[in-house]
């Protein structure tokens, strides 16, 4: 059976603070494709391509493979490399999380970065997976999926929470208005739309802490088979 547990959900759901954990407790790999979305829109941005559809389109193999060469993810910590540059902090700005769901939406940067997604996971000797399609579209065939929600305002907390650890201030309405618009864009567009897979298993985290969410998705994993009883 493939070894991949798949986490989706809107911005500041809490999936990547959860699919790290899970990942942890499992001894798997943690990969969060958001990331993978941030650095291209990061990249694009610095080439001054970002907003021009044709630019793009004509240089997406390029990037795509700058990209799939140097990008480097810590499976345990999540902390984000591009070569030597580490990227963490500076992709998580507000500015290009709305880059990176403007980036999202192309149909074409979406199947070129399909099987980078893809060989990450499949190299590996089990996966839990973060992102908005990842049991919809990437990994179809994964065993268990998940989909979490949580009301925007307890999202934008954790957000501003997580922003101000970095050092990063935003007002929280500021933050709402992001999400939301963020929220409707990532739902709303044509291709691989954000949406709980058919057989994911919806989780609403508004109220519970990420310990409560990991111990239900491990439960969850024992009762498939997917890791041992004794573990
Ligand atoms: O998970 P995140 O907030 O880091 O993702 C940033 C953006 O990337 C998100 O707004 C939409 C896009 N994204 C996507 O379209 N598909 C994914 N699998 C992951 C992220």
Same mark, same amino acid.
């Given at each position: ?13 809490? /999936?990547?603070?959860?699919? @790290? ?13 958001? #990331? ?62 709305? /880059?990176?769901?403007?980036?999202? @939406?192309?149909?074409?940067?979406? @199947? /070129? ?31 268990? /999926? ?12 954790? %957000? ?28 709303? %567009? ?9 057989? #994911? ?31």
């Amino acid at each position: 059976m493939m070894k991949v547990i798949t986490i989706d959900g809107p911005a500041g759901s809490g /999936k990547s603070t959860v699919s @790290q954990l899970v990942a942890l407790e499992l001894g798997w790999i943690y990969v969060t494709t958001g #990331a993978i979305y941030r650095t291209l829109a990061l990249l694009l941005h610095e080439a001054g391509m970002l907003g021009d559809k044709q630019s793009v389109h004509n240089a997406i193999e390029r990037f795509v493979a700058f990209l799939a060469d140097r990008y480097r993810q810590d499976t345990r910590s999540g902390r984000v490399f591009l070569g030597d540059r580490e990227l963490t902090n500076e992709i998580k700005s507000p500015f290009i999380s709305e /880059k990176a769901s403007f980036v999202a @939406q192309d149909e074409l940067v979406r @199947q /070129k970065l399909l099987p980078v997604q893809r060989r990450v996971v499949l190299e590996c000797n089990g996966a839990v997976v973060d992102g908005r399609d990842m049991g919809t579209v990437v990994f179809p065939e994964a065993p268990l /999926k998940f989909f979490l929600t949580a009301s925007v305002e307890e999202r934008a907390r954790r %957000r501003i929470h997580e922003l101000e650890k970095m050092g990063q201030t935003v007002s929280e309405s500021e933050l709402s208005k992001e999400i939301s618009e963020r929220d409707k864009r990532d739902s709303d %567009r044509k291709v691989a739309p954000m949406v709980p897979a058919s057989d #994911a298993i919806t989780l609403d985290c508004t109220q519970l802490s990420p310990e409560e969410v990991v111990k239900t998705i491990l439960k969850y994993s024992l009762e498939r088979g997917l890791v041992p009883k004794c573990k």
